[in-house]
T-cell receptor, first 113, second 110 residues
């Protein structure tokens, strides 16, 4: 296990379409986080899981966004009815609850046209 | 006022210089303080973290936290062209959700 893996790396979609991203964390990490980063900004928190439980969601995570981590391993982030404002880098990170600092993946870059 | 303020730069310094990067914050409940480095088209990578106030050194990097002033710093000694990246300060109240600054773009000139 070499790190946090995100798929796809890039996604171009038309406005109004649904998209789903996948994150595979480091296998022994029980926490998983989703962040969004736009150009010139730092990552913004979206949501996080401890094992399969979703413990916190940002108000940035509108009704069009849903995240799951069904078996406490990989996670998916779905965006329904995409809008141009959803264009961003979506970053996944993982950690072990008694450690500190996250390990980030390389992100999925979403472009909505 | 944003919770974490960071000058976006860019900051250009000659190779070998000492670099000083800073952030201020408004939430006095923050206890965990971190610095991440992010290269273009990559995810952030953790450089340093400290708990509460004080200094921490790791090789060419020194992190300082002054909770009384709500001010954190990262110093890079003997800067190298490979240090050119965006540096993100980050902090949290508990060891879970992290709040990031905007990031400072740093260019080390050979």
């Amino acid at each position: 296990d070499t790190g946090v893996s995100q798929d796809p790396r890039h996604k171009i979609t038309k406005r109004g379409q649904n998209v789903t991203f996948r994150c595979d964390p480091i296998s022994e990490h029980n926490r998983l986080y989703w962040y969004r980063q736009t150009l010139g900004q730092g990552p913004e928190f979206l949501t996080y899981f401890q094992n399969e439980a979703q413990l916190e969601k940002s108000r940035l995570l509108s009704d069009r966004f849903s995240a799951e981590r069904p078996k406490g391993s990989f996670s998916t982030l779905e965006i329904q009815r995409t809008e141009q404002g959803d264009s961003a880098m979506y970053l996944c990170a993982s950690s072990f609850s008694t450690d500190y600092g996250y390990t980030f993946g390389s992100g999925t870059r979403l472009t909505v046209v | 006022q944003k919770e974490v303020e960071q000058d976006p730069g860019p900051l250009s310094v000659p190779e070998g210089a000492i670099v000083s990067l800073n952030c201020t914050y408004s939430n006095s409940a923050f206890q965990y303080f971190m610095w991440y480095r992010q290269y273009s088209r990559k995810g952030p990578e953790l450089l340093m973290y400290t708990y509460s106030s004080g200094n921490k050194e790791d090789g060419r990097f020194t992190a300082q936290v002054d909770k009384s002033s709500k001010y954190i710093s990262l110093f890079i000694r003997d800067s190298q062209p490979s240090d050119s990246a965006t540096y993100l300060c980050a902090m949290s109240v508990r060891d879970d959700k992290i709040i990031f600054g905007k990031g400072t773009r740093l260019h080390i000139l050979p």
